[in-house]
């Protein structure tokens, strides 16, 4: 089956601009969580949803949000972007909310200039 | 913060096993022991868990100690394609209503010809 589908898998931005990040999980899954690695912070985590809900959120500013649509698909979307927010977005699909294995996407790589 | 330990770095010969160490001295008696791993520009792929007995799979093996505080992950024949950063974590997969996954620095495992 399909795996974890982020699109686009590259973007370049301009300081100031806003950007939509899109993840289409494994069918059948209701679970997606996002995650941003820099070389400085590594892996950190940004939220997590479950059937069009946030259950969880890192502790990003409120410039980084997200959201789930009916068909579990999932956007983040960060406003007014700053150098810093440059990184690897990934997401994550897990079956359920309580589940024991995540299957990560390849993932967007963000350069704001 | 992670709750684990690993080595930043360390070194195999392709076809040797290779042994990577995690201390979790603070586990606790729910929480079940995770490794992805991330080859370099991917997104993190799971390998194995487990909560206290040795675990195998097709990818690796996972023994941890009888007080849980350590555990090493096993590849038991390394090919260069094995050559990632290797991230332990722990997490309680049944309590909290989360997947959210909190990753350390990892090991950067390097596949040597």
């Known amino acids: 089956k399909a795996g974890v589908t982020q699109t686009p898998r590259y973007l370049i931005k301009t300081r100031g601009q806003q950007v939509t990040l899109s993840c289409s999980p494994i069918s059948g899954h209701r679970s997606v969580s996002w995650y941003q690695q820099t070389p400085g912070q590594g892996l950190q985590f940004l939220f997590e949803y479950f059937s069009e809900t946030q259950r969880n959120k890192g502790n990003f500013p409120g410039r980084f949000s997200g959201r789930q649509f009916s068909n579990s698909r999932s956007e983040m979307n960060v406003s007014t972007l700053e150098l810093g927010d440059s990184a690897l977005y990934l997401c994550?699909?897990?079956?359920?909310?309580?589940?024991?294995?995540?299957?990560f996407g390849q993932g967007t790589r963000l350069t704001v200039v | 913060d992670a709750k684990t330990t690993q080595p930043p770095s360390m070194d195999c010969a392709e076809g040797r096993a290779a042994n990577l160490p995690c201390n979790h001295s603070?586990?606790?008696?729910?929480?079940?022991v995770y490794w992805y791993r991330q080859i370099h520009s991917q997104g993190p792929q799971y390998i194995i868990h487990g909560l206290k007995n040795n675990e195998t799979n097709e990818m690796a093996s996972l023994i941890i100690t009888e007080d849980r505080k350590s555990s090493t992950l096993i590849l038991p024949h390394a090919t260069l394609r094995d050559t990632a950063v290797y991230y332990c974590?722990?997490?309680?997969?049944?309590?909290?209503?989360?997947?959210?996954?909190?990753f350390g620095t990892g090991t950067l495992l390097a596949v040597q010809p």
């Open positions: 974590i722990v997490r309680d997969p049944y309590g909290g209503a989360t997947n959210k996954l909190i």
């Open positions: 603070t586990i606790s008696g729910n929480e079940y």
């Open positions: 994550a699909s897990s079956l359920e909310v309580l589940n024991t294995e995540a299957f």
